[in-house]
């Protein structure tokens, strides 16, 4: 069965058809990257998915099941995480907090209100492993917005990462990265579950060809092509509209 | 700064704290006692109100609505029915319990500056009812004469020190239960829907679910303070609901440092005190205090708590 | 028939009112994201400044030039010396904002004293106009032409102009505004001289119908508020609209519901935020 | 005789709304309060008086909290205070309970009804009372057919149970009732037709009272139709907002500025003197009551600490002040003649409140009021 | 053009850059190279004026720039692509354009379409709908319609398709030839190499190295040591 599958979904927004008739499908366990030029619709394809805005026609499934009408939130509670382009984090709090709220958002206690956040050393030990892991120790009480923006973009990461999703959607995860953290992070990808899903958009080339299995190739709101890293490095029309020639 | 000390250094001020609270009566002049007890009423008061505010950023402008409600629906149950406090006081925090349920679902579709005026609006709407209908709720003169709370065990509010350890004891519940409320996991979950609404969504948090709730959960510690207020005075009138009171309150919140549960406490006494004492030696009092508010400003942007709290960052830091 | 077309006219010129106080409130709240609590202050003391000037020179012109100038200088000074550090702060401006209202309704009642007083009129329009065979006050029918060409100058000055765009990018991003050449310490103040000067306007020329009393400063403040959100913040198309929506519903409220006189302004605004949270003309 | 307690001095609570949009009420009558005990030199049978000020702000929880403040902190032995209904409302019970006399200028009815204690002194005309006199004289011209126009609030909706009986329901064309504080009654004053009635009553006090005015004159209806003020609708303080074509609107009230007896005159003169201001009617009230006070003080030799004989004797005060004979009901409310006023434009180009016809010694309406 | 001597920034209490010097010649373009949080945003922040340091000189054209408002720095000639795009969201691309463009030069409002055509298409709209990649164009379009004589670009090809980042390059390309001087901070280290005449690399608020793009190429040592590759 497909783990996420797109039919013929179109967004507008008020004049700009930013997306007309996409359909792909990811199958479960697969690393599957969407490329194209800027503006092509990529992002906004993201939103469609992961439930940010609503379609304006088509659908949605996860796992089989119709998820084009619920909301954002439910989306991730059905194991969907997603990064965020433009940088999302929480500003004020520092980046072990957010990466606590990450950890404990599928948790049945999110809700609890009586019990003891700080009492809870087993997230907040979590939290410490997991920036210790990326390198990050250093800034781990330290407010989100008052880290470098490279780092802020590691920490985006971290936190779909950290709710251990079935399905994960990086929108070009390795922007903003130093190239020593680029193949740090691109090890972390590679070290995912087997089972885990992962689409991802990149304009990083290099690191495009090493993670994926399969590449869908966006332009002017539509699909144009579809196929294996092979395949679309030499696709004429990639080429032409996407990579350009040396 | 190591965490352990800190946390001493807190429980520390504390108990010192709880322990002056418990022997005031024993120091203070009656009149001064009642003016505690309306510090600390006002203290719970704007500690509801920073629920919202500082750890969910939503301003409120309207949050008298439910500290009046409750104490109409108290101070009237109590006074034509003649209900005791036991049966009163539920019903005075269902009422707001109510309200909040009812303005929740039209307020929470609005964001920032929108809903600090619709919470106006819909507070003014309650304002004018209570002002307005005036068979139930005797219009602008109120209800006057209502009871001291009778709680059946013997013991008699109208004693000045008895009744200051009730709202004292209330207080303090009241007060032990906001602060497990911010430092849960749903509280932290408030502080990211404050920083980042469409992030919590994608994590998976109902933003609306959790807003709701700490709306209605607001509502009932103001209609709690409400319902502590008509009893102190013996009185409810419009004047309870009416924006300037939902301002002050908003005030006392910002003054003593929203986000902090104990800035605002320290807020409200502030103003009770401005209003209260200094006015008896100055005429010119309002001025004053539009200078604390300016100087405050300027100097302590985030607070009295967010000036202590800076300035223990600064010695911890050197 | 003469009703409707009377009552009518009662709403629109106060709706213009409405919107003179208002457009000041919006103005800045717009350009600068400072909900500048003493602006029913400004009005307060510009009426008062007019009352003066009326008194002394008998000139309604010249008391105009004189508030407005005086207030201006206020607004200017707070915004120098006081608002811009703390920039984008939203609580501590509503502090320090609500201490200015403070500190000047105490200051104008130490000067002016506690007695309601009314600027006269200009001279000009204190007759009735005949139209159609019934009188209306010329006042107000000044006072609805005057209210639209403020807007059209302030629209002017917000969309049309290279200054009105350099603003609004001083408060979306300040930092990279200024690095980009941008002076957005001037156009800050030179926003908030704006502001200050229409509260003063409106305080002078609404001052022959509504009087500056202590206490006006709040109720201008709250009734510029609701137009401001009725309208949408920030929007100036807004800020007109909704001053001409609250006085309209106002005035017919009264009229049709006297005994619910008391929602005629809260319960429209309720509503309006209820079905459009981000008023009618408001973005997020 | 040696006065009993010549050490220490006989304190006095007054607490009026100092700041906010009241204070234009309260500050006044708080001046003139303390020019009736400064012509005593604030000395009462020998003994010295200290008035201790407080500012209700026009809130009834924070006026309550001062009246504690003043009676329990303070330990005054009276107190002189406050003109808001609502604190009233609120003040009541408590000083009830504490047996502390209290001379108030609240023109509430419920103090000398309801809310009646024999420590309750109301200085000042009750609304029903001052509402019956004002019809009454409207009636003597006679006016058939009215308006009214009121505040949303007691006073308002109490004018229109005055107006009821004497010009009976049917004869109210309509009563319309603005908010306080309402900025534009144009959709009020527009709905009043001059060829159904013979005037309008207006029941709306301080900014409100001139700003009606302004828009009554402005739409032209002054010419066309009288208007009447309840109570001080017309009191001096508001007279220098209105427009001169407030020439003529009447009032009927216990306090008429121009009077011209020689106590009235020494009383503007005096108060003038100390504050460059005509004095109003909330002046005259304050004045007034602290002379009831001070008469009542010097009948018990300054006693004040027997609470007891201060209200018995305070019961039986008759003054004889700025506007003629002064005294209290049985039910503690005030007893005083009332006068028509008329606005009128004096020799000096401004407006004053010229004194017609006199009723004497009216009494609030109890027996229609109960 | 531009001198950089010693300078030392703080934010609040941390200490940031620890001394930084370096030089960008007239119509040089200088790389600036460095893994996440080293100090390289900082330093394009302090010669902005916008995190002024708290000692040391920046020299501007002769011109003492250290502690200027930062809207004198930006006039005198300094444009800045910040980094992660900050363009004027509420503005619209045109507006946006419109409140930087300065001075005679060779970069005009249709210049800049030319080069960026997704943002010609699409003038009216607001800033802030517009695609990552499209607001990358709009900041480094914003800088340059201010025709600067020194250009400060903060990682400028995030976000962009390789196709742009190629048009990117040119462009600097072009830029320099005009005698433009551009300090480029990069994390494509490719990109950065290609361009640049010199490559400074930072770490921990310093510069602890200088060379040539060649010798960087060549010296897997040092790429291992600051940069991890
Ligand atoms: N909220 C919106 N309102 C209007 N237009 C939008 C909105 N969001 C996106 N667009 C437009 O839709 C198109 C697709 O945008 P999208 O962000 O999906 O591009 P992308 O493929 O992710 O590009 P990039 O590689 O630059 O990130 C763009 O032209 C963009 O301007
Ligand atoms: N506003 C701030 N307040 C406090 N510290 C900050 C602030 N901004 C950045 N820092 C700290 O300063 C250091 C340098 O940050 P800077 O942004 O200059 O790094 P950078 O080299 O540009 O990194 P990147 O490649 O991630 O953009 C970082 O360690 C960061 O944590
Ligand atoms: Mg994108
Ligand atoms: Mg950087």
Redesign the interface.
Known sequence: MSALVAEAVSKNFGGVQALSNVSFAVEQGERHLIIGPNGAGKTTMFNMLSGAFPVSSGRVTLFGQDITNIPANARARLGLARTFQITNLFPRLTATENIVLALQAQSKSAFSMFSRMRGDKDLFARAGALLDEWGLSEIADKAAREISYGQQRQVDLILAMASNPKVLLLDEPMAGLSAAEVVRAVGMVHSLPKDMTVLMIEHDMDVAFDLADRITVMHQGGVIAEGTTDEIRNHPKVTEIYLGAD | MTGTSYSRWIGLAFAAGLFVLLVLPKIL????L??AV?MMIFALFAMSLDLLIGFTGMASLGHAAYFGLSAYATGLLALKLGWNVWLALPAGLIMSGLAAVLFGLLALRTRGSYFLMITLALSQLMWGIA??W?SLT?????L??VPRPDLGIGISMADGANFYYFVLLIAAIATFLMVRIVSSPFGYALRGIRESETRMLALGYNVWLYKFAIFIIAALFAGLAGIL?VYY???V????IHV?RSAEVLLMVILGGAGTLIGPAFGAALIVFF??LI??YT?R??MLMGFVYLIVALFAPNGIAGLIRDYRKKRASS | MN?WV??TL??I??GM?LFLLASGLSLIYGLMKILNLAHGSFYLLGGYAGLVVVQKTGSFLLAVAAATFAIVLIGVLMERFLLRRLHLQEMPQTLLTFGFLFIFS?LA?LIW??????V?KPEMFSQ?IEIAGF?Y?S??LFIIGFGLAVALVLWWIQDGTRVGAMIRAGVDNEEIARALGINVSLLFTLVFALGAFLAALGGVMGG????V????DF?VLL?GFVVVIIGGLGSLKGALIGGLIVGLL???G??FF??F??FTIFAPMALILAVRPTGLFGRE | PQPAFSQDAIKIGVMFP????L???G??ERDAIKLAFDEENNVIAGRKVEL????S?G????G???I??LV??DKVHLLLSELV??I???V???VHEQKMPWISTVA?A?LTRG?KSSYIFRFVPSSYQYTMAAAEAAKKMGWKKVYLIGW???PG?EALEGLKKVFGAENIVEA????V????Y???V??MDPTKADGVFAAMW??DS??IV??YV???LSKKMPLFGIASFTSE??L????PQAEGIYSAYTYCGSLDTPENKKFVQAYQAKYN?LPGSYQYMGYMAAKMVIQALKDINGKAEDKQAFINALAKVQVNGPMGLASFDANRGMIGDFYTLKVEKGADGKLFNRCGDRQAQVKDPYEAFP | MLNIQDVHTYYGESYILQGVSLEVKPGQVVALLGRNGVGKSTLARSIMGLTPARSGRIVFKDQDITRMPAHLIARAGVGYVPQGRQVFKSLTIRENLQVTARGEGQWSFDKVLQLFPNLGSRIRSLAGKLSGGEQQMLAAGRALVGNPGLLLMDEPTEGLAPLIVRELGRTIESLKQAGTSILLIEQQLNFALRYADIVFIMNKGAIVHSCTPAELAADSATKAKYLGV
Request: proline residues 12%; hydrophobic residues 30%.
């Open positions: 002049a009656p009149y001064y009642g003016l309306k002002f307005g005036r005797g219009g602008d003169d109120g006057p004469s207020y005075n013996r009185f009138s419009p004047d309870y300037a209003e209260n006015s008896a005429e009092w309002v | 009703f009377l009552q009662n709403g010129s106060f009112l105490d009642m004293g506690s007695n309601p007083e009314t006269p009735s009188f006050p006042y107000r022959p119908i509504m009087g009393y202590p206490g006006a109720e009734l106002d005035n017919f009264k009229v006297p005994e006189a008391l | 100092l700041t906010g949009p204070a234009g009420q500050r006044p201790l000020y407080e500012d702000a809130r009834p929880d924070t309550l909290t001062k504690k403040a329990e902190r209904s609502s009233g409302a609120a009541a019970p408590y509430l419920s809310q949303n609030a007691p909706h319309m009732f603005p908010n504080g309402t900025s534009d144009a959709p009020y527009t709905k301080g900014a001139s700003r302004q828009q402005e739409y032209g303080e508001v220098g907002a209105m427009p201001a």
